[in-house]
């Protein structure tokens, strides 16, 4: 927190590992606009272009997921923060709780990122999770997720962990993706249908990390992150349609069916736009359990206020 009797930053240069992506961008620029000196890794310097206008940011090429990449980059800092989370993997063999692509991310980082940590004796962690996280929830995504979080809550670290539903705001992957759907396909056959989400902006779950860094009264706490609204992702589709201006009727698919589709749109090329495994996690509704932590210092944003904006540019 900002010390009341110093008014000094404990807590002023900030190592973001996943700093490049659509939430890493937004936190990156709030922690700069604060005075911090922030270090973002990459393994492509040309991903990380959009810094290049903000001072206080530096933009260092490595493989976070190489230890001895992660002890350099840890040195000298004073706080971690870990962004990293990937959407989609392969199953994984016979007997494991889910695939390798989510046991590289979403375990076996945390667990090399919290041992630099501890090496370098830098105390102050967090960590970015998922709302429904759970060592016996229905997908490998979920399950993963909650086996990274214990590797960040059991490291003995000054860890904060947030779960949010699912995010939106500009170059989102979510509302984004069903708009340029609704543009090619005459209807859209929807999985998972009646399943419900609580939305949240990107730059509020940005300013929840900004203000839970420097307060103690955050350290080993898990925050959930979400919207004002809760809606079923049928209503989601459609008013990504309708922003876009590619309104579509919208067919709810039975659970076989559904099925069926997203084994086919895991072969897509450039990557699945659905798979089994997030129907998985459809199966169990996506929403706050009570209202955000007042010490998180947010008014969330209501979907209406913000998705028009840029989701009218694809009309």
Not at 64 to 90: E, F
Request: net charge positive; hydrophobic share 45%.
């Amino acid at each position: 927190m900002i010390d009341l009797h110093t008014n000094m930053m404990r807590y002023a240069s900030v190592l973001v590992i996943g700093g490049t992506g659509f939430i890493g961008g937004h936190l990156v620029a709030q922690l700069a606009a604060t005075g911090r000196r922030v270090m973002v890794p990459t393994r492509h310097a040309s991903r990380a272009r959009k810094f290049s206008v903000l001072p206080t940011v530096e933009v260092v090429e490595g493989d976070v997921h190489d230890g001895a990449v992660l002890a350099r980059l840890v040195k000298g800092v004073d706080a971690v923060i870990n962004l990293v989370g990937v959407l989609h993997s392969s199953r994984g063999a016979a007997g494991t709780r889910y695939g390798p692509a989510f046991a590289a991310a979403h375990v076996a980082l945390p667990k090399k990122i919290v041992a630099a940590c501890r090496d370098a004796n830098v105390q102050r962690y967090l960590h970015m999770s998922a709302l429904g996280a759970s060592a016996n929830a229905p997908s490998m995504y979920l399950r993963s997720k909650a086996d990274g979080e214990a590797a960040a809550l059991g490291a003995g670290l000054h860890t904060t962990v947030f779960r949010p539903s699912v995010v939106f705001g500009p170059d989102d992957q979510f509302l984004n993706m069903f708009a340029s759907l609704q543009k090619f396909f005459p209807v859209m056959p929807l999985g998972g249908a009646d399943a419900r989400f609580q939305p949240v902006y990107v730059g509020d779950v940005a300013q929840a990390f900004v203000h839970a860094l420097e307060d103690p009264a955050t350290f080993g706490k898990v925050y959930e992150l979400g919207g004002p609204t809760v809606y079923t992702l049928r209503e989601l589709v459609a008013l990504a349609g309708a922003l876009s201006g590619h309104a579509r009727p919208i067919i709810g698919l039975p659970a076989p069916l559904a099925r069926l589709q997203a084994l086919a749109l895991e072969w897509m090329p450039g990557g699945p736009l659905m798979s089994r495994d997030n129907l998985d996690s459809m199966k169990q509704d996506n929403v706050l359990s009570g209202p955000i932590a007042p010490e998180l210092g947010i008014t969330p944003t209501a979907l209406e206020s913000v998705a028009p904006q840029y989701l009218a540019k694809r009309r």
